[in-house]
Structure formats: structure tokens, C-alpha cells
């Protein structure tokens, strides 16, 4: 059994002060630690109908996890870059908002998909997708996370989904992002 968290880089004050970035870059460097990450979060949960990736570094994982499954990618993207007819979702940041999108007929009712991104903070990012996944006619039938940092609220704020992360980390400073 690969140890995960000795390919996560803490990055203090980036991208701002007080922040520390968790990186995983040394992880994707690796290939039987990114491997070994995909088998591991594939356990956690049922196969899915698809796999609802959040950009950008949910891709990673999100790849890796469809392809594990046989099971449709689909991504879920910020504002503006998806071509076809899409759903959007805001959400709030520290300051201000963002959006992200879904192609409209990137799922069908009734499917029940896997949300995947590389970590939970504060949740909002989750939460908008798992909207999106909705406002299709879609469920959420879980969320998994290579990373978790708890005691920003994030599994609060998921509510009654069912929410796995490989690694937890005890933060107590502000939200940070990417
Ligand atoms: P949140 O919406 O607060 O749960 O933030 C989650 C999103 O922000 C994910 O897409 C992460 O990639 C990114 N993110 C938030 N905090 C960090 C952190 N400390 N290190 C790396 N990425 C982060």
C-alpha cells in the first residue's frame, strides 16, 4: 500500500497569504501513486451511470476514475467554456462568485452519477455541481475527493450526499482556492 499523502506538497501562502495550497503535482508525477489514488477512490463507491468531473484538477481523477469504470466523462466547467447548450450553477467565493457549467445533454434523467474533484474545502464548489447534476434530472450518488480539509464546513454544506476523500487534513484558516 502506497502512502498518498507523501505526494501532496503543502505550498504556504499561495496563491495567497495565510493559504496553504495542498499540490498534488508531485502525485501526478508518480505513476503507481496516481494509479494507486484511482483504485483506491474507485473502491469507495458503486459504479456509476457517469463520472461528473469538476475543472480543473478533477479532471485528473475524473479520467481516471471513468475509465476505470467503463463509464461516461463528463465535465463540469467554468463559465463560458463549454460550446453547446448548457446549465449553469453560481456559487459564492470569498469575494464575489463563479459559475460553472454542464453541457444540457451531457446526462440523462434518472442517471445517478459520481462528482469527482481533487479536494473539499468549503464545499460551494461541490454543492454547484451537484445543482447542476439536478437541474438535469440527474443524482448525485456520491462525491469523492483525493483531499479533504476539515473545519471549513464542507461536509456540511453537502448535506446528505455521501462524500469520501483519501486524505484529511485540520485546517482552521480561511477558504483558500485555486
Ligand atoms: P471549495 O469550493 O471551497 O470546496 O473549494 C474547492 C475547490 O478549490 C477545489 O476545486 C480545489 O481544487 C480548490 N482548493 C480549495 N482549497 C485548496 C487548497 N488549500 N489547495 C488546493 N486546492 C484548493
Known amino acids: 500500500m502506497i502512502d498518498l499523502s507523501r505526494f501532496i506538497r503543502d505550498v504556504p501562502d499561495f496563491p495567497r497569504q495565510g493559504i496553504v495550497f495542498k499540490d498534488i503535482t508531485p502525485l ?6 496516481l494509479a494507486e489514488s ?7 463507491v458503486a459504479k ?4 461528473v ?3 480543473s484538477r478533477g479532471f485528473v481523477f475524473g479520467t481516471g476514475l471513468a475509465l476505470h469504470w467503463g463509464v461516461p466523462l463528463v465535465p463540469a466547467r467554468k463559465f463560458g467554456k463549454l ?3 448548457t446549465v449553469r450553477e453560481v456559487y459564492s467565493l470569498e469575494y464575489g462568485e463563479d ?5 444540457a445533454d451531457a446526462l440523462r434523467a434518472g442517471q445517478r452519477v459520481v462528482v469527482v474533484d481533487d479536494l473539499l474545502a468549503t464545499g460551494g464548489t461541490a454543492a454547484a455541481t451537484a445543482r447542476l447534476v439536478e437541474q438535469l434530472e440527474a443524482s448525485v450518488a456520491a462525491f469523492l475527493f483525493l483531499i479533504e480539509l476539515k473545519g471549513l464546513g464542507g461536509r456540511a454544506v453537502l448535506g446528505s450526499y455521501p462524500a469520501e476523500a483519501l486524505l484529511a487534513y485540520e485546517v482552521a484558516e480561511e477558504r483558500p482556492r485555486a
Do not use: F, Y
Not at 484511482?38 to 469507495?44: G, P, S, V, Y
Not at 456509476?48 to 463520472?51: G, K, L
Not at 459559475?99 to 453541457?103: A, G, K, V
Open 83 to 85: 460550446p453547446g447548450k
Open 38 to 44: 484511482i483504485r483506491l477512490l474507485a473502491a469507495r
Open 48 to 51: 456509476p451511470d457517469a463520472v
Open 99 to 103: 459559475t460553472l457549467e454542464l453541457h
Open 53 to 55: 468531473a469538476i475543472e
Open 28 to 33: 501526478l508525477s508518480n505513476p503507481a501513486a
